[in-house]
């Protein structure tokens, strides 16, 4: 699979029986939807903390292409007091550089959001 941002493959990172594509060259992190639900516990859960209301100039934005599908990509936006633009799909979320730090720096305010948080903390964060 290629990065949708720079077209270089993606390389599969594991971590706690959880699957993430994360590109070395830009920094931009894929994740697909069932390994979003497996994350939060179930797939509301996941909606709920990924789709706040997205300001229509961001709307308007460069599309990607979704890497599963070749599909042009929507503009998500999280919940909370920083909320964090990212593009998505059916298939899953891609995160820019810098997206997946501001994630993890301002949290979530819903219950199953620590725990996505520790698994990403674990994955990204050096030891």
Do not use: Q
Request: proline fraction near 7%; charge should be negative.
């Amino acid at each position: 699979m290629d990065c949708p941002a720079c077209k270089n493959p993606l390389m599969i990172l594991e971590f706690e029986g959880v699957e993430a594509d994360f590109c070395d060259d830009c920094g931009g992190v894929w994740l697909d939807t069932d390994e979003l639900a497996l994350l939060f516990g179930d797939r509301r859960m996941a909606e709920d903390f990924l789709h706040g209301e997205v300001p229509e100039h961001i709307e308007k934005d460069r599309r990607l292409k979704c890497p599963v599908s070749d599909k042009a990509m929507l503009k998500g936006r999280t919940r909370g007091p920083a909320p964090v633009t990212y593009d998505y799909s059916a298939r899953g979320m891609w995160l820019d550089r810098g997206e997946l730090e501001a994630i993890l720096r301002h949290g979530s305010p819903d219950p199953g959001g620590e725990r996505v948080l520790g698994w990403l903390r674990g994955m990204f964060s050096a030891p």
